[in-house]
C-alpha cells in the first residue's frame, strides 16, 4: 500500500468530505489516547504522595526507588501489550484494538483508585497496586502501535507528520491533564488529605473518561482494508521478522527517543524535587508550563517533517541531544532559580520535539499493512519497557550510591545509538510503505 485511499476506496481523494473524516478520526482516536496516557501518568504524579501508603518503610528515597521499581514493570508488560494488540489491530482491526486497549486501561485505573493501602491489607497492598500497573502497561503496550498506526493510515499524503504529531498531542496533553489534575488538588487540599485520600482523585477521575473515550472510539472507520486482514503473514511475528532492518531502526530510535522524553517530563518532577531540593507545589507549576508549550510545538514540528523528510529530523534529534544531555541536566541540577529551571527544560523538550512529533509516522513508513501495528508496537514496547520505563529507576539507583552523573551521561549515550540508526534509515519519502515505493 502506497497512499492511504487505497484502503479507503469509499473516501474521494483530496475531498472536503476525506479532510473532515480525517480530522475527525485524529479526534475521535486521541481522545482514547489522551485517557490511556492521563491514566498511565497520573501514577507517576501521584506517587509521591502515595508511597508511603503503600511501601511504609525506609526514607523517601527509597519509598519512591519502590514506587518507581512498580512503575518500570508496568513497562515491561508493554512488550506483551505490543504483540497482543499489534496483532487484533493488523488481524482484525485498529478500531477493535484501540477499543479494548482503553477498556483495560480504564479497569486498572479503577482499580488502583479504590485499592487498600499496607495499613489495612498488609503485603496484599502493593501486590495489588503491581497487579493493576502491569493491566495499565498491557494496555498502553498495545495503544501506542495501534494508534501511531491509525493516526499515520488516515492521514493525507504530505501531511502525515503534521497530523501523526497528534498523538505527542494527546500524549503529552494525558500527561499535562494528570499533572493539572494533581496541581489542583494541591491547591484544594492539604498535604495531610493528599497523602491519605486524596492521590485517588486522579484515577478515579481517569475512569469515568475512559468511558467518553471508548463512546467517541466506537465512531472510528477502519483502517485496515479486509484483504490486509486477511493475509496469511497479518499481524504474524514471522511475517515481522521479514523486516530485520525496520525493526532494528525503531529499537534504537524508542531507545534513545524515550529515554530522553522521560527524563525531560516524567523524571524531571522527582528530579527537581529530590536533587535539586525545590517545593513540590513550584515544580507542579514549572512542569504545567513546559508541558503546555511542548504540546503545542508537536504540530510545528510535525509539520516541519513534511518539508525536510523524517530522516533529517531524527538526525536533529539524536545528535542534539547526544551532545546537549550532559551540559543540560548538569546546569538543571546545579540551579534553583526559576526561570533558569524552565529555561534549561524547554531546550531538552525542543530537542525531544523532533523526535515526538513524528514518533509514530517515522515508523509506520517503515512497514507494509499486513504487520505495520505489530511492527511499530512491539518492538518499541520492548524498547520502551527497557530504557523509558527504567528510567526513573536507574536513575535513583545512581543517586542513591552517590554517582547521579552518570545517568546523564547514560542519556547521551543511548540518544548516540538513535543517531546511528538515523544515519542508517532510508529517506521514507522515496522508500517508504505510506508515501515512498514501498521498499526498505
Keep these: 500500500m502506497t497512499a492511504i485511499a487505497a484502503s479507503h476506496p469509499a473516501i474521494p481523494a483530496d475531498s472536503t468530505a476525506q479532510k473532515l473524516s480525517r480530522i475527525k478520526a485524529i479526534v475521535a482516536a486521541s481522545s482514547g489516547n489522551l485517557v490511556e496516557w492521563y491514566d498511565f501518568y497520573a501514577y507517576a504524579f501521584t506517587s509521591i504522595y502515595f508511597a508511603a501508603a503503600f511501601f511504609p518503610s525506609g526514607d523517601q528515597t527509597s519509598q519512591l526507588l519502590a514506587t518507581a521499581g512498580i512503575f518500570a514493570v508496568g513497562f515491561f508488560m508493554r512488550p506483551l501489550g505490543g504483540w497482543l494488540f499489534g496483532w487484533i489491530a493488523d488481524a482484525h482491526g485498529r478500531k477493535n484494538s484501540m477499543v479494548l486497549s482503553v477498556l483495560l486501561m480504564c479497569a486498572g485505573s479503577l482499580m488502583i483508585g479504590m485499592l487498600p493501602t499496607y495499613q489495612t491489607i498488609g503485603a496484599a497492598a502493593p501486590a495489588l497496586l503491581l497487579f493493576a500497573r502491569m493491566a495499565q502497561g498491557l494496555s498502553v ?32 496533553g494525558g500527561q499535562l491533564l494528570a499533572l493539572l489534575v494533581v496541581v489542583v488538588l494541591q491547591q484544594t487540599l492539604s498535604l495531610d488529605e493528599l497523602k491519605e485520600w ?36 497479518a499481524g504474524s511475528l514471522s511475517g515481522l521478522w521479514r ?31 529530590n536533587s535539586v531540593k525545590l517545593d513540590a507545589k513550584t515544580v507542579s507549576s514549572i512542569m504545567t508550563a513546559a508541558l503546555i508549550a511542548f504540546m503545542l510545538l508537536q504540530p510545528v ?3 516541519l517533517s513534511d518539508r525536510i523528510g523524517r530522516r533529517n529530523n531524527m538526525l536533529l534529534f539524536s545528535g542534539c541531544a547526544t551532545l546537549a544531555a550532559v551540559p543540560l541536566l548538569m546546569m538543571l541540577s546545579s540551579t534553583t532559580n526559576v526561570y533558569a529551571v524552565f529555561g534549561l527544560i524547554m531546550v531538552g523538550l525542543m ?3 523532533f523526535y515526538t512529533s513524528i514518533s509514530g ?80
Design 141 to 172: 503496550g498495545g495503544e501506542y502501535g495501534t494508534a501511531a498506526t491509525y493516526m499515520s493510515e488516515i492521514a493525507g499524503k504530505g501531511n502525515r507528520g503534521f497530523y501523526s504529531s497528534f498523538q505527542y498531542v494527546t500524549l503529552i
Design 198 to 233: 486524596g492521590w485517588r482523585v486522579p484515577f478515579l477521575f481517569g475512569a469515568v473518561a475512559a468511558v467518553v473515550a471508548l463512546y467517541l472510539r466506537r465512531s472510528l472507520q477502519e483502517t485496515a482494508s479486509a484483504e490486509t486482514m486477511h493475509r496469511r503473514e
Design 361 to 440: 509516522v517515522v515508523k509506520a513508513e517503515l512497514f507494509p499493512p499486513e504487520v505495520r501495528a505489530l511492527g511499530v508496537g512491539l518492538p518499541y514496547a520492548i524498547a520502551n519497557a527497557m530504557f523509558g520505563g527504567t528510567a526513573e529507576y536507574v536513575a535513583l539507583s545512581l543517586k542513591s550510591s552517590g554517582y547521579e552523573t552518570v545517568f546523564f551521561w547514560y542519556v547521551a549515550a543511548m540518544a548516540c545509538v538513535a543517531f546511528i540508526a538515523s544515519l542508517w534509515m532510508p529517506d521514507t519519502r522515496t522508500r517508504g510503505y505510506l508515501e515512498g515505493d514501498g521498499r526498505i
Design 243 to 273: 523486516h530485520k532492518r525496520a525493526l532494528l531502526i525503531v529499537l534504537a530510535f524508542t531507545i534513545g527517543g524515550s529515554l530522553f522524553f522521560y527524563t525531560f517530563t516524567t523524571y524531571m518532577q522527582k528530579f527537581l524535587v
Design 351 to 353: 530537542i525531544a520535539c
Design 301 to 303: 514540528f510535525g509539520a
